[in-house]
Nanobody, 123 residues
């Protein structure tokens, strides 16, 4: 069983930056596929970014179009942690951000979810 704990959310002005962290415990972290999702008030949860294990020590990152070029996902396997660096934040980035992970690359099949961390971007 894998437990995920997000941190790093908060209130920031438009144009600012935040870095979210997702700390994992249990399981074999280095081979987990990990993603960030977000849910804004009144909206469905949506994909933001993922970093997928593709074998050996190689990973592949992909992003939703709405965050590409502004957000960067990375991981530190020594710390069992995935990060989401968010730059040039916009008010529409306001949401609860969730970390999720799974043993299958299809992010619709992620098995484990964190509790979420609130990100609020003021205009």
């Amino acid at each position: 069983q894998v437990q995920l704990v997000e941190s790093g959310g908060g209130l920031v002005q438009a144009g600012g930056s935040l870095r979210l962290s997702c700390a994992a415990s249990g399981g074999t972290f280095s081979t987990l596929h990990v993603g960030w999702f977000r849910q804004a008030p009144g909206k469905e949860r949506e994909f933001a970014a993922a970093i997928s294990w593709i074998g050996g020590s190689s990973y592949y990152a992909d992003y939703a179009g709405s965050v590409k070029g502004r957000f960067t996902i990375s991981r530190d396997n020594a710390k069992n942690t995935v990060y989401l660096q968010m730059n040039t934040l916009k008010p529409e980035d306001t949401a609860v951000y969730y970390c999720a992970a799974g043993t299958r690359v299809d992010r619709r099949l992620y098995d484990y979810w964190g509790q979420g961390t609130q990100v609020t971007v003021s205009s």
